[in-house]
Each structure stands twice: as structure tokens, then as C-alpha cells.
């Protein structure tokens, strides 16, 4: 079996992460069959429910069940986080790699319009185009996409610049292969490692900052169930019914980890210095 698979499997930050990842993708995508209720469906008799035989988690103030609005809010959260990682790390991919290689003019142009972006507070960004644009899931995302794809594009032209004078490459240019061929066959296999890292860690980034938006009513608006707008309805009964803040809460949190440990392990397994210590 590969070292790499081995260490892996030891790692218990990267197994401990893998397995809460997999549970929250598990909830996703199975909450129809894992809950019993509608998540938009009032049921005022029921209103502010404890926890209990009938509800898992509670009811909110409109008799909703909480366990069922938790697990329909994974899906929006996830979604929101899984695609607009993906869509930017693509981007910046594309963005590094032309950059990285071509250099000059293109180089320039590139790395200003990076720095432009950069030049900007990520939320006063996100803001200002879900502003712009109105809230919603699909305007989230974009918003989204527009403040993390810098971060791979700079990583990415960093990578290229060293990868592109090796001898390889080298080669590669002096038997004829096209720029394209190179790029995606000699160079992006070389850039990938950083940019899964990347995109694993920045998925629990992406997951707060859609909790976040929709917390201060700019994200998904209800009655879509969302981990933010959840969060920050239940502060209204903070005092009396804690339950209602406290689970979207922890939902948040515990998937941030998962990521976040997932992201740590995958780094370790993908930095050959770190197996053979292991190993």
C-alpha cells in the first residue's frame, strides 16, 4: 500500500476530519429521509417545543422542527461552500498559471487586478456585491467567488514561476509541446497539492462567512432554512430557549472543524518530509 495512504489512515486529524465531513455530507444529502417534518411547514401548537420524543432538537417560534431545519440548512450551507470554493479555485487557477508562465504584460495586468481585490476587506466585498446584486443563494455564491479566488491565483502564479524554468520544462519546450500541453500536463500536476490544501481548508471559511452574511440578513433569505438565519433568529430567545441558537451553532462549528482537521491531515499527507517522519 502507497506510504502516503498508510500515513494517512494513521493521521487522526485527517480521519477524525474526513469523518465529520462525511457525516455532514451524509445529513445533506439525505435530509428528506433522515427527518420527519417539512422544514417550512408552521405549526403554531408546537411553538418554542424542548427538546424531546417528538422533536430531537425542538421547535423554533413558529413550531418548526429544528433537527429538520438544521439538516435542509446543511444543504444550503455546503452547497453555497463546496461551489464557490470549486469555481474559484478554478478561476484562480487559470488566472496563476497564465501569469506564472506568460509573464510580462500579461503578468502585470494579472497581479494588478489581483491586488484590487486584495485591496478590499473580504466582507466589505462580499457585501458590497450582494448589495449590488440582491441577496439570495446564487448571489452569495458569487459574492463568495469574488473574494477567495485571489488567494489561489497567487499561490498558483507562485508555483508556476518556480515550475516553469525547471529542466522538464524545459524539454518540454524544446521537443515542441504547446503551451497548453505543458501547462496542464507538466506544470498544474505540480500546483494541484497547495491548491486542494487550499480549497479544503478555505470550504470552512467559505461556511462562515455564508452563515455570516445570512446571520446579518444578507444571505439566503428565509423561510429557506440556513445555519445563519437560524442562528440569528434563535438570539431573540436567547434567554428563554436556548436551543434555538445553540444548534445551528454548533452545526457551524462542528463542520468548520471537520474541514479545518481534514485540511491540516490532507497538508501532512501531501508534504513527503512529514510521512517519512511518520513512517
Known sequence: ???????????????????????????????????????????????????????????????????????????????????????????????????????????????????????????????????????????????????FWTQYARIVRAVTLVESEREYVVAARAVGLGDVRILLRQILPNALGPVIVLATLGIGTAIIAESGLSFLGFGVQPPTPTWGWTLAYGMRFLRTDVWLSTVPGLCIMITVLGFNLFGDGLRDMLDPKAVSRRL
Open 1 to 147: 500500500m502507497n506510504k502516503r495512504i498508510i500515513w494517512g489512515i494513521r493521521h487522526p486529524s485527517l480521519v477524525i476530519g474526513l469523518a465529520i465531513v462525511l457525516t455532514m455530507l451524509f445529513i445533506a444529502a439525505f435530509a428528506p429521509l433522515i427527518t420527519a417534518y417539512d422544514p417550512e411547514r408552521m405549526d403554531m401548537a408546537n411553538r418554542l417545543a424542548g427538546p424531546g420524543p417528538g422533536h430531537l432538537l425542538g421547535t423554533d417560534n413558529f413550531g418548526r422542527d429544528l433537527w429538520t431545519r438544521v439538516a435542509y440548512g446543511a444543504r444550503i450551507s455546503l452547497l453555497i461552500g463546496l461551489t464557490s470554493v470549486t469555481v474559484a479555485a478554478a478561476i484562480g487557477t487559470l488566472v496563476g498559471l497564465a501569469a506564472g508562465y506568460y509573464r510580462g504584460w500579461l503578468d502585470l495586468v494579472l497581479m494588478r487586478i489581483v491586488d484590487l481585490f486584495l485591496g478590499f476587506p473580504p466582507i466589505i466585498l462580499a457585501l458590497a456585491l450582494i448589495a449590488a446584486l440582491g441577496p439570495g443563494a446564487g448571489n452569495v455564491t458569487i459574492a463568495l467567488i469574488a473574494v
